[in-house]
């Protein structure tokens, strides 16, 4: 057994005929097959007033040319137009019909010529394309679609012989990525038809929303067959979702199933990203659903004009053809009347045949915005441009054998199809028309709007444009119109999952979500972030820091002991009180130069003590502001060469007090070597400390460093020592000789005090020794500029040590105890010692 023959709805003879399949009705009845009798004919309810446009534009498009005396002069075209149902089934039931020839004419006039059809023109969806495509291939038949965009058509090894006047999907989903990007959506969910049209035009959307940074929160698919449940399920995740931004890749069908159950929840406040498919679709735009889809967004393909389409489509009529069953059915939907003289139904108005296609408002009469209809037209003029080209092909010139002639005969698919792949014209609009190697036109989209009217209709606005020709970053241009935005509010929407990181911060993906889930988090020290969603923050070259807000790096701040602060005024004023009071206790001794208590304690190693007491206080000076080459070279060799100076006298006043203590008879004088031997010592012990100090600053000079590594937001300027070795060396060269001195002071601590100085001497350099032996582990443990404090307040300290201890007793004596400033004092304390 075998089903029925399919027979076109719409039909008409010609010398080569063109075939057509369109979805006129919009849903199909499924029957069930138990195959055990001959199946029923499909079913099909609910015409499509838009479709049944594009089907009368094509009818439009042939009686023009047929009408031309330019092309195909002496040739006319028929055409062959089928009724899918927006059914796979019947798709490939109309491929079948259109390949096989069966055909039964509206006119009931007989038929001596094949009716097999030359090319297809069709469908409206990508899966009945694919199936239509894939069934008429190895004939060799090409098929024009003028409303199938999934990209998976562009594949000629699949499908050879397809060809469509409507871009690929490949191009408008990547459109909508950028144009997501563009307006700052990172958080959007995602909706798609359930079919070819749907999955693969969502799959190159991810992918291109993912390189663009957008992240996907949902993604889900429905049909128009799908069950209430779960479509209900569907709109329950959409309300529940936190993005603002859907993208609904749909087709028109789904479209509208979706959309009475968003009406039905009451889902509002969306910012809808439509695909071509609907989002130019008069059906939709209904004052009810303006109220979720006011705002709308989306690529369309460009509108155009058609002159002369809206008087044809205005004049058809069913007495045009009494037995048309299509005409009668659009009759009757459009004008909500019966035809039918024997309607029992008593509900139903009789038709008069006198209604006016022009007073209708419906997708069949508006043709504000000729797009998909467009389409339909320019696959009907490619179709005429290459059998033309065919027909008009001179003996012997052509890519066939016997390919000359006007016959039909000698038309052959196969031949129709070589012909299309190099068809180039322009329309009467200014519209170039080709082909590339996979089919597809260029690629050319207008962003359209929803914006209410003043009537409380609503207006498809075009806001920008999308031409896939240009070099990218040229593509995606808007126009200079105010958009309206979800709620027909003029602020735009913001769809994050988290709000952008200022500068200063950068992101941290949050573990188990998308990467535009994040948290931000502020730079670390030293490094910076100048762009908001930095992903990383950059670290600060060596001598720059970041600033507070950890936006820009800025000079890191330098630190020394400078003249200007309190610690070094402070410093400094010790420093030059200890010298002045040098110079005071000089000009006492130097007043009191006569007096026996001078003469006894040598006066020429007191002044040369105070001279070199003063050039230690002075040379705490060069430790203060900012180093340089030779403040660092000074500072450290002036330290070594006049503290070694410093202790040389000290040292030969206690080697004098010993010699004159070890005479062998109490009233002797001091012998007469102790001048030059005194002056030995301090010569001898000090030009060691001057070698020394010559010989680190030949080998490895102090010299000034920034030290980067003790505090991460300052460089401190400092005195590297060069060699640690020489000054530990000269250091420790000053520790002996204090030492030594303490020492021969200590064994000359119980001599006659009136001579004596030795305890003095003792106490001095127990100071002495005290101040360095502590200066050691301060001055390595402390930061910065306190190095330095520390080095200094050692110096002063051990300083004003040796002036007190050893001068103070003796200026108290000459100032305020002149009675015992007498060679009688001091010989008779010595004389009372000694008994």
């Known amino acids: 057994m075998v089903g029925k023959p399919e027979f076109p709805v719409l039909s008409k003879d010609g010398d080569v005929i063109i075939g057509g399949a369109f979805s006129i009705h919009s849903k199909s009845k499924v029957q069930m097959t138990l195959f055990q009798n001959e199946p029923e004919p499909l079913g099909c309810s609910s015409i499509n007033f838009r479709e049944f446009r594009f089907a009368q534009t094509m009818i439009f498009a042939i009686e023009e040319i047929n009408n031309s005396t330019d092309l195909l002069p002496e040739t006319s075209l028929g055409y062959r137009i089928y009724d899918s149902c927006g059914s796979i089934p019947s798709s490939i039931k109309t491929a079948m019909a259109l390949m096989n020839g069966q055909e039964k004419t509206v006119l009931n006039e007989s038929c001596t010529e094949s009716g097999t059809v030359h090319a297809i023109i069709g469908e409206s969806e990508s899966s009945s394309t694919i199936a239509m495509a894939t069934t008429t291939g190895p004939f060799h038949i090409p098929v024009i679609s003028h409303f199938a965009t999934c990209a998976c058509l562009s594949n000629k090894k699949l499908f050879p012989t397809f060809f469509r006047t409507i871009p690929s999907d490949y191009y408008q989903s990547r459109a909508l990525a950028q144009l997501v990007k563009h307006f700052g959506w990172t958080w959007v969910g995602a909706i798609r038809s359930d079919n070819d049209y749907g999955n693969n035009g969502m799959v190159t959307f991810v992918e291109a929303a993912q390189q663009e940074g957008v992240c996907i929160e949902y993604s889900e698919a429905i049909l128009r067959t799908n069950p209430k449940e779960k479509i209900a399920r569907v709109v329950d995740i959409i309300r529940k979702a936190t993005s603002k931004v859907l993208v609904a890749f749909l087709a028109q069908g789904e479209m509208e199933v979706l959309l009475e159950e968003i009406l039905l929840q009451n889902v509002t406040g969306l910012q809808w990203i439509g695909s071509e498919s609907w989002i130019t679709a008069r059906q939709l735009a209904t004052e009810k659903a303006s109220e979720v889809l006011s705002g709308a967004i989306g690529f369309a393909i460009n509108k155009s004009t058609i002159a002369g389409l809206k008087e044809f489509l205005l004049k058809i009529h069913p007495s045009q053809a009494p037995g048309s069953a299509i005409l009668k059915e659009f009759w009757e939907t459009a004008f909500g009347c019966t035809l039918s003289s024997q309607s029992k139904s008593n509900d139903t108005e009789h038709c008069t045949g006198t209604e006016q296609l022009a007073l209708l408002r419906n997708q069949y009469t508006d043709i504000s915005e000729l797009r998909i209809s467009n389409n339909v037209y320019k696959a009907v003029y490619a179709l005429a441009h290459s059998i033309h080209n065919l027909l008009t092909c001179k003996d012997g010139q052509g890519s066939f054998t016997n390919e000359t002639g006007t016959k039909n005969n000698t038309t052959e698919p196969r031949q129709v199809l070589h012909y299309l792949k190099g068809v180039n014209f322009t329309t009467r609009t200014g519209e170039r028309v080709y082909f590339n190697t996979n089919g597809d036109p260029a690629a050319k989209y207008e962003l359209v709007n929803w914006q209410h009217t003043r009537d409380g209709g609503t207006t498809f606005t075009t806001v920008g444009h999308y031409d896939a020709s240009l070099p990218a970053g040229q593509q995606f241009t808007m126009n200079l119109v105010n958009i309206v935005w979800a709620g027909d509010h003029n602020q735009q929407p913001v769809s994050v999952c988290s709000e952008s990181c200022l500068p200063g911060t950068r992101k941290v993906v949050q573990r188990g979500r998308p990467v535009c889930c994040f948290y931000c988090t502020p730079c670390a020290e030293g490094e910076i972030s100048n762009s908001t969603d930095s992903i990383e923050c950059t670290k600060c070259p060596l001598e720059y820091w970041s600033n507070e807000d950890q936006t820009q790096c800025i000079l890191k701040e330098t630190e020394f ?36 208590l001078v003469k006894a304690n040598n006066s020429e190693l007191s002044f040369l003590l105070l001279f070199s007491l003063t050039l230690c206080f002075l040379c705490s000076l060069t430790f203060i502001g900012q180093p340089s080459d030779w403040s660092c070279m000074l500072r450290h060799t002036a330290f070594g060469i006049t503290f070694a100076l410093c202790i040389s006298c000290v040292l030969g006043k206690t080697l004098v007090v010993l010699m004159a203590f070890k005479a062998k008879m109490p009233g002797n004088s001091v012998p007469k070597c102790s001048g030059p031997l005194q002056r030995l010592s301090v010569f001898t012990c000090t030009i060691i400390q001057v070698l020394l100090c ?58 006659p005090d009136n ?46 040590g040796l002036l007190f201890c050893i001068f103070l007793p003796k200026c108290y004596i000459m100032l305020l105890k002149p009675e015992k400033n007498t060679r009688k004092h001091l010989i008779g304390k010595m004389h009372s010692k000694s008994l």
Do not use: Q
Request: hydrophobic share 55%.
């Open 561 to 596: 002991l400078s003249f200007g602060e309190n610690m070094g005024i402070v410093l400094t004023m010790f420093s030059l009180a200890g010298a002045c009071l040098n110079l005071a206790i000089g000009f006492i001794y130097f007043h009191f130069r006569a007096t026996p």
């Open 694 to 751: 010559i010989l680190w600053l030949a080998l490895s000079p102090p010299f000034p460093y920034k030290n980067m590594e003790y505090f991460k937001n300052k460089i401190i300027l400092e005195c590297d020592l060069g060699s640690t070795v020489a000054f530990y060396a000269v250091l420790g060269y000053i520790g002996f000789l204090s030492a030594m001195c303490f020492v021969l002071a200590f064994l000359a601590r119980k001599l």
């Open 755 to 800: 001579f004596n100085e030795a305890k003095f001497i003792t106490f001095s350099m127990l100071i002495f020794c005290a101040v360095w032996i502590t200066f050691i582990p301060a001055y390595i443990s402390s930061p910065g500029k306190y190095t330095v404090a520390v080095e200094i307040f050692a110096i002063l300290a051990s300083s004003f």
